[in-house]
């Protein structure tokens, strides 16, 4: 999409978590793809757990003091 492409430029990485058999998992891999992030599908609970798991450590570790 033309709006994932547009965050995508600014720096913001995307990730896509489909659940549904319907749900139009080529078009979110498009969107990841174009916000340089992964696409995950979930067919089980355990799946979803382990895609917020995945995505958790892609994300940067900012410390403070």
Do not use: C, W
Not at 4 to 27: K, M, P, R
Not at 56 to 61: E, F, G, H, S
């Amino acid at each position: 999409s033309n709006a994932a492409g547009s965050i995508a430029t600014d720096g913001v990485q995307i990730f896509t978590v489909t659940f549904a058999q319907e749900a139009d998992q080529g078009a979110m891999k498009d969107v990841a793809k174009k916000g340089a992030g992964q696409h995950f599908h979930a067919a089980t609970p355990a799946d979803l757990v382990d895609a917020y798991k995945q995505i958790a450590r892609r994300l940067p570790t900012l410390l403070t003091k």
